[in-house]
């Protein structure tokens, strides 16, 4: 099945993908199967698309007990719920992200006030540590994937304990490093090597206030700062940004 192009890109809640990993060798299966729903959600521009088993078995290129004993688990979860109209089935997906949700994981919005978010767990921050979650684990398995490098649940866990509580831009360098050198692996500097971890909890006095540096990612050539009250986009690296501007509360 040739994909066609979609509005926005698919992005799933990386506490969703931990729930994922509880399901040991069901993980990549339930990761491909949520990712096609969504896909083919935006595609038909609804919460509910249509996709019956045998049109999910010649997309996926599956065999029709992996589509349904897949599907059985999604169910379970209660993030699908398969509805029936006339003789057809629809798949209704419970948690979708909004456009503009989508644009703040990626940098591509100004706003303020994150206030729509995928509704699946309490979220705690501790002021000096990064609030984002191994968002960049999706991608390093698709990685995987597409070259046929095998990884078992211990890896999964490995490099999930790798990636939690580093910044962004820490996952972006070690996975886009590792994925252009085309390695089994990927690596990070020490915490105590990071150009940009030590920047975490500290503010900045601009023309408002920027409180409490909580992650950095970088894109399009420019820096993301997302403090806990705003965002910020610029080209100045944290080394020059924090020297003219910053301030320990």
């Known amino acids: 099945?040739?994909?066609?192009?979609?509005?926005?890109?698919?992005?799933?809640?990386?506490?969703?993908?931990?729930?994922f990993l509880r399901h040991g060798k069901d993980y990549a299966n339930l990761l491909a199967l949520y990712s096609f729903y969504l896909y083919h959600?935006?595609?038909?521009?609804?919460?509910?698309?249509l996709a019956t088993d045998e049109f999910t078995r010649k997309g996926m290129n599956w065999a029709i007990?992996?589509?349904?004993?897949t599907k059985k688990i999604l169910k379970e979860?209660?993030?699908?719920?398969?509805?029936?109209k006339r003789k057809y089935y629809y798949i209704h997906l419970f948690f979708i992200y909004t456009k503009k949700k989508i644009g703040e994981i990626l940098g591509n919005s100004t706003s303020q006030n994150p206030s729509e978010t995928e509704d699946l767990s309490p979220k705690k921050e501790k002021k000096t540590k990064p609030k984002n979650e191994p968002i960049l684990l999706n991608s390093w398995l698709l990685y995987c994937d597409k070259n046929a490098i095998k990884y078992s649940q211990n890896n999964l866990k490995y490099w999930n304990k790798k990636l939690e509580k580093r910044v962004t831009i820490d996952q972006q360098e070690a996975i886009y490093n590792a994925i252009k050198n085309k390695w089994k692996d990927f690596y990070l500097v020490a915490i105590k090597d990071s150009k940009y971890h030590k920047f975490?909890?500290?503010?900045?006095?601009?023309e408002k206030d920027c409180d409490t540096l909580?992650?950095?990612?970088?894109?399009e050539k420019r820096f993301?700062?997302?403090?806990?009250?705003?965002?910020?986009?610029?080209?100045?690296?944290?080394?020059?940004?924090?020297?003219?501007y910053g301030y320990d509360k």
């Open 41 to 49: 959600a935006q595609l038909q521009k609804t919460n509910q698309p």
């Open 200 to 206: 975490l909890g500290k503010s900045l006095m601009m």
């Open 65 to 69: 007990d992996r589509v349904k004993k």
């Open 224 to 244: 993301i700062y997302q403090f806990k009250n705003i965002k910020i986009t610029t080209t100045e690296p944290p080394s020059k940004l924090f020297e003219r």
């Open 1 to 19: 099945m040739e994909l066609e192009p979609i509005e926005n890109p698919i992005v799933i809640h990386p506490h969703l993908l931990q729930r």
């Open 214 to 219: 909580v992650d950095i990612a970088f894109k």
């Open 77 to 84: 979860m209660k993030l699908i719920e398969v509805v029936q």
